[in-house]
């Protein structure tokens, strides 16, 4: 059941794509912002209301609506898992970017690259050079494939449609009260917390399938070496291992209006571009088949008692 409803929800995507900016989620970050407005008063105790009112009727709702579904024909609760799985989920989320970026890159129209990409990151990108771009686009490209692909599904298939639910509404909760001032940081601290630590396991064992289906031996080194000087952890245990998979730097300082943004050191090998960008693609899918292989495994094995 929980394969072919992964299954038909990626073929789906694939066909057609929801946005990152659609109505839905667009609907769901008004309401976000409105209950920081309203109950934001710096009190970490306002931010816990505000989660459990933001969340847990949403994810209480959708495992009640699969129960009643599953109750009434398991062919209805297979059209429900996909249907969440389909909004909680999917590459093209973040895929245009990506690829609008390349063509940029591969055409000599770094001007174009430079755009797409301050418009996927809500940054100018404008004093980044070309190697530059390649590179924040591969970290982009692998943190987005974990937050909308891999995440989602690992919360999916331990707890159901309610946890890839719980993944993506818990994920946008922390990005929309992400503190932006002194008044925030208690309110939005628990939103963080909670999303880190769910993410705890998933975010790992992403990095861990990138590194069997890329440079397995330069991967451990980077996971082990370089991911925890990363100021955020989660990314930088995926951009580690990502970038050692890959044989390509990431990290390292960028160029912006005020001069050198210095960052750590991640990954092996090469200075990024077009190329690796292609070869992230390919890393990123073999991760996901190698993902989908286990679970029909498992799904297979346990049909067979």
Known sequence: M?????????????????????????????????LERQLNAGQYMNGIVAW??????????????????????????????MAVLYLTMGFRQFSHYFREIAYGLREGDLERAREHLGRWRGASAAELTGPEVARVSIELALVGAHRHVFGPIAGFIVFGPGGALLYRLSEMAAEAWRVR????????????????????????LTAASFAIVGNFEDAVYCWRTQAASWVHGAYGTLLASGG???GVRLGDPLHNAAGIEYRPELGLGDEADVDYMQSTIGLIWRALVLWMFLIFVVTVAHSLG
Do not use: C, M
């Not at 940081?185 to 975010?203: I, N, Q």
């Open 2 to 34: 929980k394969f072919l409803s992964l299954l038909a929800a990626l073929l789906i995507e694939q066909v057609r794509p929801l946005r990152h900016d659609n109505a839905v989620y667009a609907a769901y970050v008004r309401y976000l912002h409105t």
């Open 52 to 81: 459990v009112l933001a969340v847990l009727p949403v994810v209480v709702a959708a495992v009640a609506v699969y129960h009643l579904l599953d109750a009434v024909s398991p062919l209805l609760a297979w059209a429900w898992n």
């Open 244 to 246: 050692g998979a890959l």
């Open 181 to 204: 001032g002194a008044e925030s940081v208690e309110f939005a601290r628990f939103a963080e917390r909670f999303f880190f630590w769910y993410d705890w396991l998933p975010a790992r």
